[in-house]
């Protein structure tokens, strides 16, 4: 099944909301500020992520959290934020979860996964050819 949390915690006087999910393949993300992060280590309750785009972009920031909880953010992003990558990940995890759990085509379930998307989410889809 398909994992969303909405996590609060309070900087100054606002609430920032962060987005803890899992990818296709049961991997946590964390999604904070526009910012998407995978684990790097875990040790205890503290969780140490680094961008998604560390590996492809070299990208530097990373994310200390104790309990889901942000505690200190290192690192500077050599990229902008992106405004679609939590709708990315829901969609192909949705569509590897029908894939695994219904008998419909893949064509079906790739068709009924995009036409739920943004166009500007469409756009930064992996190859479909991969979504199998």
Known sequence: ALSLNYLYYQHYFTYIRLILMETNKDKPVF???GYTYIISKRSGQ???WVCRRNRHS???GRLHTI???VVNETGEHNHE??????EVIQAT???QHAA???DKSTHDIVASGVAQLSTQAISSLPD????K
Request: hydrophobic fraction near 30%; proline fraction near 4%; charge should be positive.
């Open 31 to 33: 999604i904070h500020n």
């Open 46 to 48: 503290k969780t140490i």
């Open 58 to 60: 070299q990208c530097r």
């Open 67 to 69: 309990n889901n909880t």
């Open 81 to 86: 934020p992106s405004s679609v990558d939590r």
């Open 93 to 95: 995890a949705a569509m």
């Open 100 to 102: 695994s759990t219904t």
């Open 128 to 131: 479909l050819r991969n979504l």
